[in-house]
């Protein structure tokens, strides 16, 4: 007999075995990577969806905080076809959902057809069937999560100290560890700020670039951000992943969008419109630039020609959809973290004008 379930927006509830119990909902989304279950569920990108993983056994590897990209469990469950009892015991240890034994090839045929959607969850002994569905129809639509900066912001500054070869403001609207620790191997001092920081607390720190990190949910929700971005547009060089990139875009003029069901894992391939060359790219995002406003195409994702890389000389800003830190995934473009370093090198800060 099951003692889990997962009612979809569409009406079904799939059965499933609880590995981690509790009642939750979220948005219902996968990913197709086979390795990096540690930095995805720590990864705050992934707050209020519930992730399943397309790679049939999660957890064969065990489980390290080194790995970690923050110091919580993110999504709000979990769903595989195996899990084993390293990575259930963690997230029940975090009071987090988690299911397998269910057909998850059913699951992302569905998102892939009908987009990612609803989902609610209900596993344990007494769960059932209508907890599920009761928790699918109280699931919000991501655009209507507002403030979710707050859920995943540091709320004071931090400093992440390097060897002072620069010094960058971080807009953390829910960063991953390693996208800090890649830039403070490079020698940089990271400010990092909360997402609602003012254009004066920027400038306090007197930075050398801004720079806007991953975060989840819709980006036109990171008001403060965006604000913070027209202010110094042209001023100061900036930077952006993922959702730092869509936020930037967003506020130099251009726009995004919701895709139907994004992209997630860590085999995306990216070409650069200026060499023709492809790289192999860790992605997880929902959203994609439209509009490009101001800014050029330097990269586009080969599967399906949305925009990966976004350049200005004028404005001294460079942007990425994909996840250079590669944390998990392949290495071939943590170079970006070079390029961030050499345009806060080679400008002066904006005390100093
Ligand atoms: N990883 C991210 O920064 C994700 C950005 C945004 N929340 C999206 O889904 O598109």
């Given amino acids: 007999m099951s003692d889990a379930y997962i009612a979809l927006a569409d009406g079904r509830v799939l059965e499933a075995r609880a590995r981690a119990p509790g009642r ?135 400093v992440y100290e390097g060897d002072g070869v620069a010094d960058v403001a971080l807009l953390d609207c829910g960063a991953k560890g390693s996208i800090i620790s890649s830039l403070t191997e490079r020698g940089a001092d990271v400010h990092v700020l909360p997402y609602d920081a003012t254009p004066e607390d920027v400038a306090d720190v007197d930075p050398d670039v801004l720079f806007v990190s991953n975060g989840p949910g819709d980006p036109e929700n990171f008001v403060a951000a965006q604000e913070v971005v027209d202010e110094f547009a042209g001023e100061l060089p900036m930077a952006g992943i993922c959702l730092g990139q869509q936020v930037i875009t967003s506020a130099l003029g251009g726009s995004t969008e919701k895709m139907a069901f994004g992209h997630r894992g860590v085999n995306q391939p990216v070409k650069d419109l200026r060499t023709d060359k492809v790289v192999m790219t860790t992605q997880n995002h929902g959203y994609t630039v439209d509009d490009t406003g101001p800014l ?54 904006v005390a100093a004008d």
């Fill in 24 to 158: 939750t909902r979220g948005e219902l989304v996968f990913t197709t990577a086979y390795t990096g279950y540690e930095e995805s569920l720590t990864d705050p990108s992934y707050a209020e969806q519930i992730l399943t993983f397309s790679y049939p056994l999660i957890g064969n590897y065990g489980v390290r905080s080194e790995r970690f990209e923050s110091d919580s469990v993110q999504p709000r469950a979990a769903i595989a076809r195996e899990l084993t009892d390293d990575v259930a015991e963690w997230l029940a240890d975090e009071g987090v959902p988690a299911v397998d034994h269910v057909d998850t090839r059913e699951i992302v045929t569905t998102v892939r057809e009908e987009g990612a959607m609803a989902c609610g969850i209900a596993a344990g002994p007494d769960a059932t069937p209508e907890d599920a569905v009761e928790e699918m129809e109280a699931c919000k639509p991501m655009s209507d999560h507002v403030d979710i900066g707050a859920q995943v912001s540091v709320t004071e500054p931090t």
């Fill in 296 to 349: 050029e195409v330097t990269q586009v994702n080969v599967n399906d020609d949305t925009v990966e890389g976004l350049d200005s000389e004028e404005l001294d800003v460079i942007t990425r959809q994909y996840h250079p830190e590669a944390n998990p995934g392949p290495h071939d473009s943590l170079g970006f973290f070079d390029d961030v370093l050499d345009l806060a090198r080679s400008t002066p800060s």
